[in-house]
C-alpha cells in the first residue's frame, strides 16, 4: 500500500489537503488572540537560518522573531493575534529607539511588504542589530564627499565672522 492510498483511506482527498489541515493545526493550536494574553512557550527552527529558538533567554514571554538572525515570520495582523494569512518572511531593516530608551527592530515581509515593530530581546544578536543600526551610516544618500565639502564650507563661514558680534535678529541671545 502507497501512501497515497492510506491517505485516501483516511479521508484526505489529496496532498494539498493535508498539509492545508497541518499547517491550520500548527499556525492556530489555540484560540484567536490567545497569544496576546498568554506567553509562548514553543521552540521552532528558524526558517531563514535554521537556528533552534527556545523561549528561555528572551527577557519576555512574546518571543517573535529569531535571535540569532533577528528574522520573523508575518504571522500576526496585531501583536499576538494570528490573525494573518500571509505567513510571509519578515526581514529586520532598521532599528528605532522608543521614548522609555528600548530598542526595536522594524520588519518588513518580503511577500505582502507589511512593516512591524517588534521590540529587542534580551538575547538578540548584538553583532546583527548593530549592523543593522549602521547600514544608514554605511550607505548615505548622498556622495560621501559632500560632507568634506560642508565641513570646509562651514570652517571657512567661521573663520570670516570671527570676533565679530552677533547680529541683532540673529537668533543668538546677548
Not at 491550520?24 to 490567545?34: A, L, Q, S, V
Not at 528558524?46 to 528574522?71: D, I, M, Q, W, Y
Not at 531593516?93 to 529587542?120: F, M, T, Y
Amino acid at each position: 500500500m502507497t501512501n497515497r492510498s492510506l491517505l485516501v483511506y483516511n479521508g484526505f482527498k489529496s496532498m494539498s489537503e493535508v498539509v492545508s489541515v497541518n499547517r491550520d493545526n500548527k499556525r492556530r493550536p489555540y484560540e484567536k488572540g490567545y497569544y496576546q494574553d498568554h506567553p509562548s512557550q514553543e521552540v521552532f527552527t528558524c526558517k531563514v537560518c535554521g537556528h533552534t529558538v527556545v523561549p528561555e533567554g528572551a527577557g519576555s514571554g512574546h518571543r517573535n522573531h529569531c535571535p540569532n538572525c533577528l528574522f520573523s515570520l508575518h504571522v500576526d495582523e496585531e501583536p499576538g493575534d494570528r490573525a494573518s494569512d500571509c505567513g510571509g518572511v519578515m526581514e529586520p531593516i532598521a532599528v528605532w529607539v522608543r521614548n522609555n530608551g528600548e530598542w526595536a527592530i522594524i520588519h518588513r515581509c518580503k511577500r505582502c511588504g507589511k512593516l512591524s515593530s517588534n521590540r529587542v530581546l534580551a538575547d538578540d544578536n548584538p553583532v546583527k542589530l548593530m549592523s543593522i543600526a549602521l547600514k544608514p551610516l554605511a550607505n548615505p544618500p548622498f556622495p560621501i564627499e559632500r560632507i568634506r565639502a560642508l565641513t570646509e564650507w562651514v570652517n571657512e563661514d567661521r573663520s570670516q565672522h570671527e570676533g565679530e558680534e552677533p547680529s541683532v535678529g540673529s537668533g543668538q541671545s546677548e
